[in-house]
């Protein structure tokens, strides 16, 4: 009783109340909110996520787990907190605790959606030629670090045909920095057996402009890699406003 009372998808108030006596209790007026959550899974359903604003499919997602509550508000809290509906999935599970009216038990549901959908995107490049679907590489990239509040360096692991082996993530750093070691990276490259590597990493500042030592790590770890037969595909750096390419940027 004591976690129900704790946890901010249910209320006291909320629970039924013995009724004593032959007085009949009063009927229970539906929420207001009710019938606006109706319309709003019927615009889903009949046309889509497209058919609703960010804070409206927000708005149904949070109310998944707080189903007695009102959750507009605390959907347009989370967007004006963290900006984007992508922002907001991506955030920490103690930053949106942190949100008035959320609390631990929501954040966590929130973080499991998060989840779900980097795990959803990581689906759509493994075991596929990854040169060709680079589309979904950004967007796998994007969704898993473009909002960590660190610095993380990844290595996608691609076979001789260019399909995705392994995706792991080597290091994890500061705001502003991360250590990398080109030795390790081609280590696990030949753990692996891949004959190609794309490095990733990304920049909590949100500018994914490399840096001089983003570049000199970079092609250390490509003379590090060439003499055992592994190529460095592309250097991609994630962040909040988009990602940038070293070789797209004829950096590598």
């Known amino acids: ?66 189903p007695r509550r009102d959750t507009k508000p605390l959907a347009k809290a989370l967007l004006a907190r963290f900006g984007t509906l992508a922002e907001v999935l991506g955030a920490t599970e ?60 990844r290595v996608l692991f691609l076979d001789k045909k260019n399909a995705l082996i392994a995706d792991e993530v080597q290091q994890v750093g500061t705001v502003d920095h991360t250590p990398v070691y080109p030795r390790e990276v ?21 500018d994914p402009t490399p840096s001089k030592a983003d570049i000199d790590m970079t092609r250390t770890i490509i003379d590090t890699a060439r003499p055992l037969g592994i190529a460095v595909h592309d250097h991609i750096i994630v962040g909040k406003k988009g990602h940038a390419s070293m070789k797209g940027l004829l950096l590598i």
């Not at 980097?118 to 490049?125: C, L, N, S, T």
């Not at 081609?186 to 949100?206: C, D, E, F, K």
């Open 186 to 206: 081609v280590a696990r490259a030949l753990q692996h057996g891949a004959t190609a590597i794309i490095l990733v990493h990304n920049h909590p500042s949100g």
């Open 1 to 66: 009783m004591a976690d129900e009372a704790e946890d901010e998808r249910g209320f006291f108030g909320e629970r039924p109340v013995a009724v004593s006596g032959r007085t009949a209790p009063k009927p229970v007026e539906k929420p207001h909110f009710h019938g606006h959550r109706d319309r709003l899974r019927e615009r889903f359903e009949a046309a889509g996520a497209n058919a609703l604003a960010d804070y409206e499919l927000l708005e149904l997602l949070l109310y998944r787990s707080i």
């Open 94 to 153: 103690q930053a949106l605790a942190d949100v008035a009216g959320m609390g631990r038990a929501t954040a966590l549901d929130v973080k499991i959606i998060s989840a779900a959908a980097a795990r959803m995107a990581f689906g759509e490049i493994k075991g596929r030629e990854v040169l060709s679907s680079w589309d979904s590489v950004l967007a796998y990239c994007r969704t898993s670090m473009a909002f960590e509040p660190r610095e993380q360096f």
